[in-house]
């Protein structure tokens, strides 16, 4: 892997300009004299250029210019780097990553990305095996618990990097260690990706009792019933001996659930207060991952025969149109 001169790091770059992608590019340049980064059109690349900051999320983070190399030309960006780290939207990623058209060959690609890609309705590890032919050895994923707001903030904050390779984990902890990013490491690539974008789903739910009115005590029932159902999915899909009390499952699990900060309980708490599906969705000004996902696990879940009430439940409200209040108390009588 070709290393910046300036201080031995692989040269990165960030696709995507939410603020997840903009709380990645903060970290980076703790430890990267520069970074890449392709934004999503031109007139997130100029305000940067002119204010030096995101004028769309995030924007309390002031960037020195002179350390970003903006670009709106995924084909640019991948060309110049060596680590390349996907922090679009899940939604949006195909349509992205069609365009490029450049040799990609030997780079690493790492998922920061929680959810499904609509479009092959599959995990972005198996995407990118699939559609583009990047194995796991070129290949990381990025895991929390980590919000942006808190990045931001500079509070400390977690991240897990699975890889294959141990020397593929050195590498990317060096570019995203700092004072208060603590990084650990763990080979379980698509168990942290699925264990992503199910804590997604189960924060939904968890907003959805926050909004019908259920307290602390059933929502502590809620989560721990969701971490035994998401060990019983990421076994059933990719067994591995893995200890879902980490902070990569069980840490994300718990922030995503319970955090104001968190887009997918709020998505779930407008739905519990009455908000139709549609205008909950409408209404968010940030993508919420498990309101994609959702449809996508369901349907695995199903296929597999697996018991999931609390997945079964999310998806009855938000694809069948069901009533939350009759779900959840339905809910409450398969919950331990």
Request: hydrophobic share 40%; with cysteine; proline share 2%.
């Amino acid at each position: 892997m070709a290393k910046n001169k300036e201080n031995a790091l692989p040269i990165v770059g960030v696709l995507g300009s939410g603020s997840f992608a903009t709380a990645i590019v903060k970290m980076l340049l703790e430890n990267s004299k520069k970074v890449h980064w392709c934004v999503r059109n031109e007139f997130v690349k100029g305000a940067l250029e002119l204010r030096g900051h995101n004028p769309n999320y995030l924007t309390s983070i002031n960037f020195n210019v002179k350390s970003l190399v903006l670009t709106t030309d995924i084909n640019e960006l991948v060309t110049a780097c060596d680590v390349v780290v996907l922090a679009t939207p899940s939604i949006y990623l195909s349509d992205a990553l069609e365009k490029m058209t450049c040799n990609y060959e030997g780079k690493l690609f790492v998922s920061a990305i929680k959810g499904i890609v609509p479009k092959h309705n599959d995990v972005v590890a198996h995407y990118l095996r699939d559609v583009f032919k990047i194995g796991f050895r070129n290949q990381a994923v990025i895991a929390g618990p980590c919000h942006a707001e808190e990045v931001a903030m500079e509070r400390l904050s977690y991240l897990t990097i699975a890889a294959a390779e141990k020397e593929t984990v050195d590498t990317l902890r060096d570019l995203f260690a700092s004072d208060y990013i603590k990084v650990s490491c763990s080979k379980d690539i698509l168990g942290n990706e699925y264990s992503a974008i199910l804590k997604n789903i189960y924060a939904i739910a968890a907003g959805i009792a926050s909004g019908l009115g259920y307290g602390d005590n059933f929502n502590a029932v809620l989560v721990s019933n969701a971490i035994r159902e998401m060990e019983l999915f990421l076994d059933a899909i990719y067994p591995e001996h893995r200890e879902v009390n980490d902070s990569a499952y069980l840490g994300d699990l718990l922030v995503t659930a319970y955090s104001l900060f968190s887009r997918n309980r709020n998505l779930g708490n407008l739905i519990g207060k009455g908000y139709t599906v549609k205008s909950a969705v409408q209404s968010m000004s940030m993508v919420a991952e498990g309101y994609y996902a959702t449809r996508g696990i369901y349907e695995i879940a199903y296929q597999k025969k697996l018991k999931t009430p609390i997945i079964n439940t999310v998806f009855s409200i938000l694809y069948e149109g069901k009533d939350a209040e009759k779900q959840f108390k339905k809910l409450t009588e398969k919950l331990t």
